[in-house]
């Protein structure tokens, strides 16, 4: 059974690789939200993680990452963009008695309050654009070294007329001696329809590693492969300052390509994490190139965990 598992996968991802190399219709893609960091500690190691994502918003990054989770996990993501833009993100794993993890999460993406005019430059009342993605997915341990996992999302995106479709995402974690390697399709599926035309969602392709160096550094690696976009990098890494058996501190630091196009010092990312027993706090900023800096702030709740060493590798 685990064998075949992995050849599906295999199948999944391959297939997904072709499509996007037949995708040169950069630009042409709709639902960039779900490109947007889902959490602080993600955002600051540069957005990489496809390897080593943990907890509940592992179903945004590589649902593989929910196979962690060894009782319960819940976190909540706000973003703050420009002056008027927000970004909320709220992810919930437990773990079934199959040994399995169910997780669910929601995006919410609010543009703000907007006027709108006529054709004769008169107002014409107004708008509230906003995206939004609920996602419901499934992730699980097929030995101590290999974890799979897919989830399935319902995405809408409203400017005066609303567009909805749906979407799926897949992905496969391996650990190789101390390191460890990931693979996820992310936003297979439907795209969003306005009037005649309809535009493709940001069919993504993401590969990764994460390379521990004793027990406290950790560096991630991820290149993505993007329709609509130029493949993009991400890079980061994590210190973990161990306070007590209770209490450590993460310092993480990150850079990635993606946002290249906005002029100015842009990609770069930093932040830190108080990282508890049964609850943490992170926050992160990133640089937006003439746009400004974003910040991002999280927490994050577990219970009935296990083992703590289990629970520490990209957020917590």
Request: net charge positive; proline share 3%.
């Amino acid at each position: 059974m685990k064998n075949k598992t992995a050849i599906v996968l295999a199948i999944g991802l391959a297939a997904g690789c072709a499509g996007l190399a037949r995708a040169g219709d950069y630009g042409t893609a709709s639902g960039l939200f779900l490109r947007l960091p889902p959490a602080a500690a993600g955002t600051g190691m540069g957005e990489a993680g496809a390897a080593v994502v943990a907890g509940s918003p592992a179903i945004f990054v590589n649902p593989a990452g929910l196979s962690g989770v060894k009782g319960g996990y819940a976190s909540f993501t706000h973003s703050a963009w420009l002056d008027s833009l927000n970004y909320n993100v709220l992810s919930v794993a437990v773990k079934t008695k199959q040994g399995g993890v169910i997780g669910c999460g929601l995006r919410y993406l609010s543009y703000g309050n907007m006027e709108t005019l006529d054709n004769t430059g008169a107002l014409a009342g107004g708008m509230s654009p906003r995206d939004l993605s609920a996602e419901v997915g499934w992730g699980k341990e097929l030995s101590k070294r290999r974890s799979v996992g897919f989830s399935v999302k319902y995405v809408s995106a409203r400017i005066k007329r609303t567009a909805s479709t749906f979407a799926a995402d897949i992905g496969v974690t391996q650990r190789a001696g101390r390191n460890l390697f990931g693979a996820v399709l992310q936003n297979a599926g439907g795209g969003l329809k306005y009037g005649a035309e309809e535009y493709p969602l940001p069919l993504n392709l993401k590969l990764g590693a994460g390379i521990p160096y004793g027990a406290d550094l950790l560096g991630v690696f991820d290149i993505n492969i993007t329709r609509g976009s130029n493949p993009w990098l991400a890079v980061g890494g994590k210190y973990t300052l161990f306070v007590n058996n209770d209490l450590s501190m993460a310092l993480r630091a990150g850079y990635n390509t993606a946002s290249g196009d906005t002029g100015g010092i842009s990609g770069f990312s930093a932040g830190f994490g108080l990282l508890g027993r049964s609850a943490s706090f992170d926050y992160s900023l990133r640089t937006m190139g003439e746009l400004g800096l974003t910040h991002h702030l999280g927490i994050s709740l577990k219970w009935d965990i296990v083992h703590w060493e289990t629970v520490t590798l990209y957020g917590k």
